[in-house]
């Protein structure tokens, strides 16, 4: 029986090792493995390896990390070139301006946080939002071509039931209360006297006087100014009718900005303003010649520039997206923006261009500078008829006044006019006579709405001028009663400080474009 068991031990113990032995050789040949781990090819003894199929492996590896490095810089480079073409119309512009002590970025934190928020809410009050012009003056230097027909170039004008009355009274230099409620007595018995005296004069010879007196007061004056006395002068209020983008364009808008560029800066005719159509293919350098000029001359192209790169940000802001029935989209255009401002697009002329804006800033902000001293004086209270709203009116100009001395990089106008004094007073002469031309073209615009901003900013820079070539006249003034020298009339004072608002709404519009841009990729 013993003998029976163990055979039966022995074989039963065989079957085991044969069972492994086979259960190991099939793992071994379907080479099976647990799906968690990574798969790895079966490794040859290094001297049964061929070197020919090892330097091929080698070759595809490193083609494969090629292949990957070379997609993972063309995605760098799409990623890049993308990013330049959405920044191209800002990656120069920062650092120093020409002609002056200050830098963008200076000026880009000052304007945004400081100032935009006081001067848009200052323009906002009645004082300021009413603006009397005339739109229907002819254009006195070609034949007029007609008004835009677009319903959106169409200024709505202010019912005078709705302009306050402190501001309708007729006597737009008078500042207070008190002021405005004067009889007109002393005024009349100087008429009176005067007309005694020259009672044996002729009515030709009078008329002559009063042109004579027209024309000493207009010495003054960088703009040429509306007749107040005539029928087609209106109100306009300003936040009802905003500068935007009406669709004015073509042969007429051109001719309007050609005109002031290749007549009124100081400029020969053989040199043509960069991507001028008319510009002949081979000529004299553009900016070589303008390098060449006098600081004044240069500072009054930079002025005109800067003037004209604000009104196209504004249109490019405030661009009509869409017109459905009854109702357009306004907003900002990206494309438009670039095609006016892109490195590429203008052929570098995008950077000069927003440069100049700057360079106008400082100008306008330098004279506000200048003429905080004639609105800080008590019996000055812009009045409108609404006590309340006038002494707030009052706070606010003199919170931006405030602001404004706290800027330490404020542009030197002492540099300008300094040489020998017949020759500067020939210059700046000149300098007034050529910005009073560029005023008069502004009646050649044939979009209504558009001649009103030009008009308004036109006024608003050749006032802020005025200011900065009368330093000594604002050091007279008396503290407690009207100049004789030195002054300014309600037109004036609405157009420059809208004129600086709508500058300063550019440099806040060119952040927003920034970070429009930037979104967009």
Request: with cysteine; charged share 30%.
């Amino acid at each position: 029986m013993w003998k029976v068991t163990l055979q039966a031990f022995v074989v039963l113990l065989l079957a085991c090792l044969l069972g492994n032995f086979v259960l190991v050789g099939w793992f071994q040949q379907n080479d099976v493995k647990p799906q968690t781990q990574q798969r790895e090819e079966p490794s040859e003894a290094p001297e049964n390896r061929d070197p020919r199929k090892a330097s091929d492996n080698r070759d595809q590896s490193e083609a494969s990390d090629n292949r990957d490095q070379s997609e993972a810089s063309d995605n760098r480079d799409q990623s890049e070139a993308s990013d330049n073409q959405d920044q191209s119309c800002f990656c120069h512009l920062t650092g120093d301006l020409d002609d002056c002590f200050c830098d963008v970025e200076s000026i880009d934190v000052f304007n945004n946080f400081k100032i935009y928020p006081r001067i848009k809410k200052l323009t906002a009050k009645d004082y300021f939002r009413y603006y009397r012009v005339n739109l229907r003056r002819p254009c006195p230097f070609w034949p007029d071509d007609g008004h835009c027909a677009i319903k959106d170039c169409h200024v709505e004008p202010c019912p005078e039931s709705k302009v306050p009355v402190g501001i309708k009274s007729g006597n737009y230099n008078k500042y207070s209360h008190e002021a405005n409620g004067i009889s007109d007595v002393t005024e009349c018995e100087q008429v009176k006297e005067l007309g005694a005296i020259n009672s044996t004069l002729s009515n030709q010879t009078k008329r002559a006087f009063a042109d004579w007196a027209r024309h000493d007061d207009a010495q003054d004056y960088f703009c040429e100014l509306d007749d107040e006395t005539s029928p087609d002068f209106e109100y306009v209020d300003l936040l009802l009718n905003p500068e935007r983008f009406t669709g004015y364009k073509g042969p007429s808008a051109w001719r309007v900005w050609n005109s002031i560029y290749e007549e009124n800066c100081f400029k020969p005719r053989s040199v043509y303003r960069p991507l001028n159509p008319l510009a002949p293919s081979r000529g004299e350098s553009f900016y070589k010649w303008l390098e060449g000029l006098c600081l004044e001359k240069r500072v009054f192209y930079r002025l005109i520039s800067g003037l004209h790169s604000s009104i196209n940000i504004h249109l490019c802001a405030e661009y009509l997206l869409d017109e459905g029935w009854g109702r357009s989209v306004w907003g900002p255009n990206p494309q438009e923006f670039r095609q006016r401002f892109d490195t590429a697009e203008t052929k570098g002329e995008g950077t000069r261009r927003l440069k100049n804006l700057y360079f106008l800033y400082l100008i306008e902000l330098r004279a506000l500078y200048k003429v905080a001293p004639y609105f800080e004086r008590a019996f000055v209270n812009l009045y409108t008829g609404n006590l309340k709203e006038d002494g707030a009116t009052k706070d606010l100009l003199l919170q931006v006044f405030n602001e404004i001395r706290s800027f330490p990089m404020h542009f030197d106008e002492k540099a300008m006019f300094a040489g020998q004094k017949i020759e500067a007073k020939i210059l700046k002469e000149e300098f007034r006579l050529h910005f009073k031309n560029i005023s008069r073209i502004m009646d050649c615009v044939g979009c209504s709405k558009c001649r009103l901003w030009g008009k308004l900013q036109t006024q608003g820079l050749g006032t802020a001028l005025k200011i900065l070539f009368s330093e000594k006249e604002i050091q007279k003034l008396p503290e407690h009663s009207p100049s004789k020298g030195f002054q300014l009339t309600r037109q004036e004072i609405v157009a420059l400080m809208n004129g600086f608002s709508r500058l300063s709404t550019s440099i806040h519009q060119l952040h927003s474009f920034r970070l429009l841009l930037k979104d967009k990729r």
